[in-house]
């Protein structure tokens, strides 16, 4: 586990990857090419790489006219500005005439950093799965990045992929299966469920081990795919395990906590625990920092997990 | 060239009656502007596109996008009138269970190449199909229909930079230029002056004609199709309401529907029987 690489930079690998093999693959960027990673794909295939200029809007629009037209179009930017202004013209020109574009949205959450909160989407997660026929990932690791950009490169139809910009564990390796649509239990575990997607994944498998040497045995689900939402392993998590707990770097209000919620309720009711970004903006400083400050750790977790299993 | 003007103006004559029909049984809809943009519909769907009602999806045709969605009646009057569906159904617009939503769903209406309704978003993605027969050397064209008002979105500005910047060709818009939205003159809501300079700074080609008169409208086509190095803009100086005495340029008609009495006079001042 000794390496460590953004999603981000997994995204832009696995996009040249893809330029090679498929070449009805068309890649928009608005001005952020070096930062999103698509820049690898604009320097080997010039031809198929098209920059929108700082006009998201009109990127999303000329994304659903070239897909309309035959085109498998991944359409980047920063999270904050696809999801965030250019979020109608995802609804009505992508998702509503489902329009074959793959919305790669980097810079997502606060772990942005230092830019501070005008560039940290918490939201996007809750404005993504509120659109319907939206698919939307959010990967944990650079290798289930790449497995999961495939999958959604074959299926036709509009996506959503939350991408980091720090580089985090990778967690996974070839070998290993990552379905879409499919949660990955990543660790077993009977006390309690951690149900996690991105960075998050590895804070829960830290916690699970902190939490072991208390006697505390957690199940770490990584749920890749927030939408269509894998209900079977939440069904299964919430009847073996005694509570259940979401750990995202989003707003707990809309994104992966309220998604699980919305099974657990309908599904089979359990005591629940939601770690992720309380109700506020982010703000400027170092990602480590502003994980402890919004209360997003290993740390927050464990406390979570405890709190929840004292309550019972 | 020549074109048959006569067979034209039956055909728009057909195309505004529809209208009519549609919107008075939806008992909804935008009458206004479907009228206003009708002569140029027709002129597209019967003299110059490169399209198969008998194949809708039919590779290497030409592409529309009303960007005005609104006027949704007229694209779907000639749609059926081209065949697309059958001309019965155009008295379903609005209703439960329709193809014919209230602005155009291309999921559901043979024929229909974009979703539009949202302002400003059409001709976005009207750029993005011409893109799309540019890289793939197709010798497609991509038309689109907006109105006047719409481009007080922001959006068409950043399509018109993209479009001028990529050198679409292959991309003809016109823009149905009748000087009233829904909530009075362009020049009291938000001024869109002046319309043929802006896009000459975007890079475009430009020409200003009748979007009534036929001849000007195929001369502005023809010249259009052969501009080698950017796209253009056919500013079309129309008037709300054409053809229907009490509508025409009435900001009030853009979006309200005739009753029965307001139509029978509507289709007998075309030349039709209610």
């Known amino acids: 586990m000794a390496d460590k690489i953004s999603t981000r930079q997994a995204y832009g690998d696995a996009l040249v990857k893809l330029g090679r093999e498929k070449k009805d693959i068309i890649v928009m960027d608005a001005d952020l090419s070096k930062s999103t990673m698509t820049a690898g794909f604009k320097a080997e295939f010039p031809d198929r790489f098209f920059n929108a200029g700082i006009a998201e809007s009109n990127m999303m629009g000329m994304a659903a006219g070239l897909a309309l037209s035959g085109k498998t179009v991944f359409a980047s930017t920063f999270a904050m500005f696809a999801a965030g202004r250019a979020y109608e013209i995802i609804r009505n020109s992508i998702a509503y005439p489902k329009a074959n574009v793959k919305i790669c949205a980097t810079h997502a959450g606060i772990t942005v950093g230092e830019d501070g909160a005008s560039h940290q989407c918490i939201e996007d997660l809750a404005l993504m799965r509120v659109i319907p026929g939206m698919t939307v990932i959010h990967p944990a690791d650079a290798v289930s990045t790449e497995k999961l950009l495939r999958q959604i490169a074959e299926e036709e139809g509009p996506a959503y992929v939350r991408l980091g910009r720090l580089s985090i564990p990778v967690l996974y390796d070839e070998n290993t299966p990552i379905e879409l649509g499919r949660g990955n239990c990543v660790r077993d575990g009977g006390d309690a469920t951690v149900i996690a997607c991105g960075l998050m994944v590895n804070e829960a498998l830290m916690a699970a081990e902190k939490l072991e040497k208390e006697g505390i045995s957690l199940r770490v689900i990584d749920m890749h795919t927030i939408k269509p939402l894998d209900e079977e392993i939440i069904v299964k998590a919430a009847s073996e395990t005694k509570a259940v707990i979401t750990a995202e770097e989003h707003s707990v209000i809309g994104g ?42 290993a740390k927050d977790i464990v406390s979570a997990v405890k709190d929840t299993l004292n309550s019972l | 060239m020549a074109i048959n003007v006569e067979m034209l103006k039956e055909k728009a004559r057909d195309i505004r009656i529809d209208i009519i029909r549609e919107v008075c049984s939806a008992g909804s809809g935008h009458p206004g502007g479907s009228l206003s943009a009708a002569d140029i519909i027709t002129y597209l769907y019967f003299e110059e596109m490169n399209i198969d009602p008998k194949d809708p999806d039919k590779k290497g045709r030409d592409r529309f996008v009303l960007s005005k969605g609104h006027a949704a009646p007229a694209l779907y009057a000639a749609l059926a009138e081209r065949g697309y569906f059958p001309k019965e159904t155009l008295l379903t617009l609005r209703q439960i269970g329709s193809i014919l939503q209230g602005h155009p769903d291309r999921k559901k209406v043979p024929g229909v190449d974009m979703s539009t309704g949202s302002l400003g978003q059409g001709v976005s993605a009207a750029v993005g199909m011409a893109l799309a027969d540019q890289i793939d050397g197709t010798g497609a064209r991509v038309y689109s229909v907006l109105g006047d008002g719409e481009l007080q979105e922001g959006m068409v500005w950043e399509a018109a930079m993209a479009a001028a910047h990529y050198r679409l060709s292959n991309l003809t818009i016109f823009v149905d230029h009748n000087g009233l939205q829904i909530d009075g003159k362009n020049e009291d809501v938000m001024t869109v002056a002046p319309v043929a300079e802006k896009f000459e700074s975007f890079g475009w080609d430009v020409q200003k004609i009748d979007g009534h008169d036929f001849e000007q409208i195929a001369q502005a086509v023809e010249k259009a199709k052969k501009v080698a190095d950017r796209p253009q803009a056919i500013i079309a100086e129309t008037v709300k309401g054409k053809g229907v005495s009490f509508m025409e340029d009435q900001a009030g008609w853009h979006g309200k529907a005739p009753d029965e009495k307001q139509a029978k006079q509507a289709v007998e001042e075309l030349g039709g029987e209610w």
């Open chain 1, 256 to 297: 992966l906590g309220s998604a699980v919620a919305e099974v657990i309720v309908k599904k089979c009711p359990v005591k629940m625990a939601m770690v992720g970004v309380q109700d506020r903006f982010g703000q400027s400083g170092k990602p480590p920092l502003l994980m402890e400050e919004y209360n997003i750790t």
